[in-house]
């Protein structure tokens, strides 16, 4: 990302009502907290840059699998029972 886009992104964000707290509670950025001021810069140029590239960041999910061999099923077994 070019530092263009990082202060073209902080720019219409400052300019932006956002929602802190409750449903009817919403300041201008630039009156939030610091913490709360770069999460919500963090989370839009995260969003920005998911767009921009096409490309969503998932965790791949690892499952536990066990694997049974049918023997009746599986050529090896079946035929090394035939010649024993």
Known sequence: MFCSDYYH??????SELIQ???IA???????LSKPEH???LKD???KY????HKRVVDKPI???REAGICM??????????KLS
């Open 9 to 14: 992104i902080k720019r219409q964000i400052e």
């Open 25 to 31: 509670s919403s300041k201008p950025f630039l009156d």
């Open 72 to 81: 009746r099923e599986n050529s090896f077994y079946v035929d090394s029972t």
């Open 49 to 52: 840059c998911q767009k921009a």
């Open 44 to 46: 839009r140029l995260k």
């Open 62 to 64: 690892t499952e536990v």
């Open 20 to 22: 802190s707290g409750g």
């Open 38 to 40: 770069l999460l919500k």
